[in-house]
């Protein structure tokens, strides 16, 4: 036998990056107390964070399409010249082919016009100023939920009926089956008069509409006010609040210059400044959360350099590069992060599972406030991109910085005095 077949084979040696994956997980549960400590920190951070936010984005949800579903619709087809001075002779023509051009256009759901006038409503002896809409009774159900507001009667369903507001009936003392004359000032300086019975009444519990809004035919108000294939408004419904913009852009194209289209943002932007508002205070304190837990991470990733100064310094000795086990703390800090992480989502996903199913009601009180802020009695959650990974991302950005700054300590370690300190 030669000495070269007298010599052993020699193993291959196993990669360093499993060894480094299995002596990492080994090492978190070195000091189980401490780890799941760590871990709860994280856990905590994603739970409150995730629930808050999908509660959050939720009630921006529900406040969305109370604001745009009340009254208002996605987007309002507008003359261009009416949204700077809202004069009764700026309405739109060829209104037939408008609607056959809007409603054949890609994301449109429903498309109804809308005849907008000032009006001197009278009652017996009381008069008061009102606001008349008139409006396709059938086609407005199918984009806003306003009838769903009636308190008394029903909806108009012949040409000579009108549904008006609690206070306004209150003010002109009038009731279901009264009649009303309205005086107006017609589209040629004519005078515009017609009578009317309440066949309802609404409260929406916004003053401004409960005591100065009127609704009717449309074909009552066009004839009123000597008005033929005109309106003032096309309000459009679209597949959601948040395609309001697109939708508004996309439908000035199809249509052109002859209209202007107007998002529900522009018509309510009180409502968009109050989310976004109160988003930035949100998020204002989940970063104040996720910055102490940041904090607990990076103390005990530095008591863990101090600790194990022995076991770095063998490691060191044995020829392993300082980057490698830098490498191997972050890959602890990593476990620590996906055991945070998958405890907070299963503390989180039931709560979120209660506010999707029953939500959360203001309550009888709070009702009223509630309507003002054009919000539902009661909000829901959502599962969102936003909820489920806002916490998580952060986090795992701030766990491997907290484990990353205090190891760069190994790489001026010097191994033997590293070995002389106790392990």
Same mark, same amino acid.
């Given at each position: 036998?030669? =000495? ?84 009764? =002779? %700026? %309405? ?8 056959? /051009? ?45 009838? =769903?507001?009636?308190?008394?009667? #029903?909806?108009? &369903? ?20 009264? #009649? ?69 852009? #996309? ?9 202007? /289209? ?13 989310? #976004? ?32 100064? &022995?076991?770095?310094?063998? +490691?060191?000795?044995?020829? +392993? ?103």
């Amino acid at each position: 036998m030669s =000495e070269a077949a007298a010599l052993p084979v020699r193993q291959a040696p196993r990669r360093s990056g499993d060894l480094l994956w299995k002596t990492a997980f080994r090492n978190i549960w070195r000091n189980r107390r401490r780890t799941w400590l760590t871990a709860g920190g994280i856990g905590f951070a994603v739970f409150l964070i995730t629930s808050s936010i999908s509660l959050q984005d939720g009630s921006y949800i529900d406040q969305r399409e109370s604001a745009t579903g009340l009254l208002t619709g996605h987007v309002q087809l507008v003359h261009p010249d009416y949204p700077d001075e809202s004069k009764f =002779e %700026f %309405f739109l023509g060829d209104l037939s082919d408008k609607l056959r /051009a809007v409603r054949s256009a890609p994301g449109v759901v429903a498309a109804t016009p809308r005849v907008q006038a000032f009006v001197l409503v009278s009652a017996d002896e009381r008069s008061f100023a009102a606001q008349v809409l008139g409006i396709d009774v059938a086609r407005e159900a199918k984009i806003i939920r306003f009838f =769903e507001t009636l308190q008394e009667g #029903e909806i108009p &369903h012949a040409a000579d009926e009108a549904l008006i507001g609690t206070a306004l009936a209150r003010n002109l003392g009038a009731g279901v089956g009264d #009649e009303l004359v309205l005086l107006g000032s017609g589209r040629r300086g004519g005078v515009a008069a017609f009578a009317l019975s309440v066949s309802g009444l609404f409260q929406t519990g916004i003053e401004e509409l409960d005591r100065s809004l009127l609704l009717t035919s449309l074909a009552t108000v066009q004839d009123g006010f000597g008005l033929s294939d005109e309106a003032h408004t096309i309000v459009v419904q679209g597949r959601g609040p948040l395609q309001a913009r697109p939708l508004a852009r #996309e439908l000035e194209r199809t249509l052109g210059s002859s209209v202007r /289209a107007r998002p529900w943002q522009e018509l309510m932007p009180e409502v968009e400044q109050g989310i #976004e508002l109160d988003r930035v205070s949100g998020d204002f304190m989940y970063g104040i959360i996720m910055i102490l837990v940041g904090f607990s991470v990076v103390n005990t990733f530095i008591m863990v350099m101090f600790e194990r100064t &022995h076991e770095f310094g063998m +490691l060191l000795a044995l020829g +392993l590069r300082p980057w490698s086990i830098i490498g191997m703390v972050q890959l602890e800090a990593f476990g620590l992060w996906v055991l945070g992480t998958l405890m907070g989502w299963l503390l989180a996903l039931p709560l979120v599972i209660y506010f999707i199913v029953w939500g959360i009601s203001f309550g009888d009180s709070m009702e009223q406030l509630a309507e003002q802020m054009y919000m539902p009695s009661s909000i829901h959650g959502a599962i969102t991109v936003r909820a489920m990974l806002t916490a998580p991302v952060v986090m795992f950005f701030a766990t491997q910085v907290a484990a990353f700054l205090p190891s760069l300590r190994i790489r001026s370690l010097n191994p033997v005095d590293a070995l002389r300190q106790e392990a």
